[in-house]
Antibody
Framework: EVQLLESGGGLVQPGGSLRLSCAAS????????MSWVRQAPGKGLQWVSS????????YYADSVRGRFTISRDNSKNTLYLQMNSLRAEDTAVYFC?????????????WGQGTLVTVSS | DIQMTQSPSSVSASVGDRVTITCRAS??????LAWYQQKPGKAPKLLIY???TLQRGVPSRFSGSGSGTDFTLTISSLQPEDFATYYC?????????FGGGTKVEIK
């Protein structure tokens, strides 16, 4: 059974940093592209970042490029999102999601989400 | 960036009704489109990808069609568990983008 379990969310002040983790199991993590998608309170879904299975290719939304870094540790079956220079508008539930097949960025499995609140 | 526009933003329907949701891309995306269902407090669930391919385990009352810029999600006979918010997503190019969502409510 595929499982994705996010952690690391919480309350942080504007300008602060946070690292999210997503522990994966039930599939071959090292060959699966992964992504982060967020949802601000009461709002729709927004793609944040994606990474290839090897970690050699990364992609970012313009709104987070230069502030967020996606990475993965295939030996630990874990996906990360390092978030720096956080802003109020980054407040959201952050979901990690598994890409259905390489090259087709549809998300077939999602974690339960972790809430990030940026506020003073 | 490719903008995805869903309509309507909300729809009221009864159990057994046929419901159609549309999604329009700001430029052609071939068949690189997915549909997701999301219930309050839950993660989205993939229903359809590649515009018309039903994800494993999804009931056959859900169907998708379209290519290029215009797409539809149809629920042939609405069931109580289908009341939720539905999102389209383009996978043609980065940045990946979602539609604004369509909330299916009980009439």
């Amino acid at each position: 059974e595929v499982q994705l379990l996010e952690s690391g969310g919480g309350l942080v002040q504007p300008g602060g940093s946070l690292r999210l983790s997503c522990a994966a199991s039930g599939f071959t993590f090292s060959t699966s592209a992964m992504s982060w998608v967020r949802q601000a309170p009461g709002k729709g879904l927004q793609w944040v970042s994606s990474i290839s299975g090897s970690g050699g290719s990364t992609y970012y939304a313009d709104s987070v490029r230069g502030r967020f870094t996606i990475s993965r540790d295939n030996s630990k079956n874990t996906l990360y999102l390092q978030m720096n220079s956080l802003r109020a508008e980054d407040t959201a539930v952050y979901f990690c999601a598994k890409v259905i097949v390489a090259g087709s960025y549809y998300f077939d499995y999602w974690g339960q989400g972790t809430l990030v609140t940026v506020s003073s | 960036d490719i903008q995805m526009t869903q309509s309507p933003s909300s729809v009221s329907a009864s159990v057994g009704d046929r419901v159609t949701i549309t999604c329009r891309a700001s430029q052609g995306i071939s068949s690189w489109l997915a549909w997701y269902q999301q219930k309050p407090g839950k993660a989205p669930k993939l229903l359809i990808y590649a515009a018309s391919t039903l994800q494993r385990g999804v009931p056959s009352r859900f169907s998708g069609s379209g290519s290029g810029t215009d797409f539809t999600l149809t629920i042939s006979s609405l069931q109580p568990e289908d009341f939720a918010t539905y999102y389209c997503q383009q996978a043609n190019s980065f940045p990946l983008t979602f539609g604004g969502g369509t909330k299916v409510e009980i009439k």
